[in-house]
Nanobody, 122 residues
Framework: QLQLVEPGGGSVQAGGSRRPSCAGSGLTFSNICMGWFRQAPGKAREGFATIYTRADYTYYADSVNGRFTITQDNAKNTVYLEMNSLKPEDSAMYYC???????????????WGQGTQVTVSS
């Protein structure tokens, strides 16, 4: 079962940074794809970053490419999301997810994290 072990979210001004993390038990992160999704009010849940350390693979959606970085510490079974140059449109609930395949669609999610809110003010 996945659990977000620290807030990492919260409120920040535009241009600022946040670094949520996601630690899990019952799963070995190094054996699977991990991803991050987000959902803003009234909008569909969007998958925007994934990592598979066995293949040294990462992927970012255009909306975050160059601003967000996904990393993973296999010894700690923890995945991180470094978010820089945040914009008001990044405001959303952020979820980590364990994926069955490395494609960021909700149907491929085996487990969801609990979510952490990120609010970016202009």
């Amino acid at each position: 079962q996945l659990q977000l072990v620290e807030p990492g979210g919260g409120s920040v001004q535009a241009g600022g940074s946040r670094r949520p993390s996601c630690a899990g038990s019952g799963l070995t992160f190094s054996n699977i794809c991990m991803g991050w999704f987000r959902q803003a009010p009234g909008k569909a849940r969007e998958g925007f970053a994934t990592i598979y350390t066995r293949a040294d693979y990462t992927y970012y959606a255009d909306s975050v490419n160059g601003r967000f970085t996904i990393t993973q510490d296999n010894a700690k079974n923890t995945v991180y999301l470094e978010m820089n140059s945040l914009k008001p449109e990044d405001s959303a609930m952020y979820y980590c997810a364990a994926l069955s395949v490395c494609t960021l669609v909700a149907g491929n999610v085996r487990y969801w994290g609990q979510g952490t809110q990120v609010t970016v003010s202009s």
